[in-house]
Protein backbone atom coordinates (compact mmCIF):
# COMPACT_ATOMS: atom_id res chain seq x y z
CA UNK A 1 0.00 0.00 0.00
CA UNK A 2 1.36 3.24 -1.04
CA UNK A 3 1.84 6.03 1.52
CA UNK A 4 -0.53 8.45 1.66
CA UNK A 5 0.93 12.03 1.50
CA UNK A 6 0.54 14.74 4.64
CA UNK A 7 -2.58 16.26 3.25
CA UNK A 8 -4.22 12.91 2.46
CA UNK A 9 -3.41 11.33 6.12
CA UNK A 10 -5.41 14.87 7.68
CA UNK A 11 -8.14 14.60 5.41
CA UNK A 12 -7.83 11.22 6.69
CA UNK A 13 -8.08 11.96 10.22
CA UNK A 14 -10.52 14.81 9.88
CA UNK A 15 -12.94 12.31 8.14
CA UNK A 16 -12.51 9.41 10.79
CA UNK A 17 -12.54 11.56 13.90
CA UNK A 18 -16.16 12.97 12.98
CA UNK A 19 -17.23 9.49 11.93
CA UNK A 20 -15.87 8.41 15.34
CA UNK A 21 -17.61 11.15 16.74
CA UNK A 22 -21.49 10.21 15.41
CA UNK A 23 -20.59 6.82 16.47
CA UNK A 24 -19.76 7.82 19.99
CA UNK A 25 -22.86 9.96 20.26
CA UNK A 26 -24.90 6.78 18.38
CA UNK A 27 -23.20 4.37 21.06
CA UNK A 28 -24.33 6.64 23.93
CA UNK A 29 -28.01 6.88 22.73
CA UNK A 30 -28.40 3.44 22.35
CA UNK A 31 -26.18 2.24 25.36
CA UNK A 32 -27.96 5.01 28.01
CA UNK A 33 -31.64 6.28 26.54
CA UNK A 34 -32.10 2.76 24.94
CA UNK A 35 -30.66 0.52 27.63
CA UNK A 36 -29.26 -1.63 24.76
CA UNK A 37 -26.60 -4.13 25.37
CA UNK A 38 -24.12 -3.74 22.64
CA UNK A 39 -23.15 -7.23 23.36
CA UNK A 40 -26.80 -8.00 21.77
CA UNK A 41 -25.57 -6.29 18.48
CA UNK A 42 -21.92 -6.34 18.20
CA UNK A 43 -20.08 -9.75 18.25
CA UNK A 44 -17.80 -10.07 21.03
CA UNK A 45 -14.89 -10.40 18.68
CA UNK A 46 -15.80 -7.59 16.96
CA UNK A 47 -15.82 -5.50 19.59
CA UNK A 48 -12.12 -6.52 20.45
CA UNK A 49 -11.22 -5.62 16.86
CA UNK A 50 -12.53 -2.31 17.20
CA UNK A 51 -11.07 -1.50 21.17
CA UNK A 52 -7.73 -2.63 19.43
CA UNK A 53 -7.79 -0.57 16.41
CA UNK A 54 -9.16 2.60 18.86
CA UNK A 55 -6.01 1.58 21.27
CA UNK A 56 -3.43 1.68 18.45
CA UNK A 57 -4.79 4.90 16.99
CA UNK A 58 -4.66 6.30 20.50
CA UNK A 59 -1.55 4.84 21.60
CA UNK A 60 0.20 7.13 18.29
CA UNK A 61 -1.44 10.28 18.73
CA UNK A 62 -1.37 10.57 22.32
CA UNK A 63 1.71 11.32 22.55
CA UNK A 64 1.73 13.76 19.74
CA UNK A 65 -1.25 15.48 21.51
CA UNK A 66 0.28 15.63 24.92
CA UNK A 67 3.50 17.18 23.55
CA UNK A 68 1.66 19.55 21.80
CA UNK A 69 -0.30 20.65 24.82
CA UNK A 70 2.19 20.71 27.04
CA UNK A 71 4.54 24.14 26.43
CA UNK A 72 8.06 23.44 26.29
CA UNK A 73 7.63 19.64 26.25
CA UNK A 74 9.49 18.81 22.69
CA UNK A 75 9.87 15.08 24.32
CA UNK A 76 6.27 13.30 23.71
CA UNK A 77 7.93 10.25 25.76
CA UNK A 78 7.50 12.58 29.15
CA UNK A 79 4.37 14.34 28.26
CA UNK A 80 2.97 10.72 27.88
CA UNK A 81 4.46 9.71 31.39
CA UNK A 82 3.10 12.68 32.58
CA UNK A 83 -0.43 12.40 31.40
CA UNK A 84 -0.43 8.83 32.33
CA UNK A 85 0.70 9.96 36.10
CA UNK A 86 -2.16 12.63 36.15
CA UNK A 87 -4.49 9.91 34.82
CA UNK A 88 -3.62 7.22 37.68
CA UNK A 89 -4.22 10.10 40.21
CA UNK A 90 -7.68 10.51 38.79
CA UNK A 91 -8.52 6.92 38.46
CA UNK A 92 -7.50 6.20 42.30
CA UNK A 93 -9.06 9.42 43.77
CA UNK A 94 -12.28 7.38 42.09
CA UNK A 95 -11.90 4.27 43.72
CA UNK A 96 -11.23 6.19 47.29
CA UNK A 97 -14.76 7.67 46.65
CA UNK A 98 -16.29 4.53 46.07
CA UNK A 99 -18.21 2.61 48.93
CA UNK A 100 -15.38 0.34 50.28
CA UNK A 101 -17.83 -2.25 50.84
CA UNK A 102 -18.55 -2.84 47.19
CA UNK A 103 -14.68 -3.31 45.88
CA UNK A 104 -14.40 -6.32 44.01
CA UNK A 105 -11.14 -8.27 45.64
CA UNK A 106 -9.80 -7.78 42.21
CA UNK A 107 -9.16 -4.05 43.05
CA UNK A 108 -8.27 -4.73 46.56
CA UNK A 109 -5.41 -6.76 45.17
CA UNK A 110 -4.78 -4.56 42.34
CA UNK A 111 -4.53 -1.37 45.08
CA UNK A 112 -2.03 -3.41 47.18
CA UNK A 113 0.13 -4.04 44.53
CA UNK A 114 0.23 -0.17 43.34
CA UNK A 115 1.15 0.42 47.32
CA UNK A 116 4.09 -1.99 47.35
CA UNK A 117 5.18 -0.21 44.12
CA UNK A 118 5.15 3.03 45.48
CA UNK A 119 6.62 2.02 48.75
CA UNK A 120 9.47 0.26 47.09
CA UNK A 121 9.92 3.21 45.24
CA UNK A 122 10.12 5.27 48.12
CA UNK A 123 12.45 3.31 49.40
CA UNK A 124 14.69 3.44 46.21
CA UNK A 125 14.44 7.39 46.38
Known amino acids: MKS ?9 VRTATLQL ?3 HAE ?3 AL ?3 ALDLRQVVDG ?5 FKGAVDDIRGLAW ?13 AH ?23 QQLDPRLTLFLEEIERLVARRAYAC
Open 4 to 12: KTPDELAEQ
Open 78 to 100: TAMQLHRLRRIRSLLEALRDDDA
Open 63 to 75: PQVLAYEQPGSDN
Open 45 to 49: EELER
Open 21 to 23: QHL
Open 32 to 34: FEN
Open 27 to 29: MRR
